[in-house]
């Protein structure tokens, strides 16, 4: 399997499990959230042979001489 980045859609328990559906270019996956119990839906996480392993960061969206406090 593949490793991949997506956007959590759903969040469901199953047989004791906690998975997520992943959207990701318009296809959709079902993975573990055993390692990264604290994703929320809309989360992009990092996901490698079906299991997601962080949940990742997106760009911030600062633009140019802008401060941030």
Do not use: C
């Not at 990264?36 to 962080?54: C, P, T, Y």
């Amino acid at each position: 399997m593949r490793d991949l980045t997506g956007t959590i859609k759903e969040i469901f328990v199953e047989e004791g499990i906690t998975y997520a559906l992943l959207s990701k270019a318009g296809l959709t996956e079902k993975v573990s959230l055993t390692l990264v119990m604290n994703a929320r839906v809309g989360d992009d996480v990092h996901v490698e042979s079906g299991v997601a392993m962080a949940t990742a960061t997106r760009p911030s969206r600062i633009l140019v001489g802008q401060t941030v406090e």
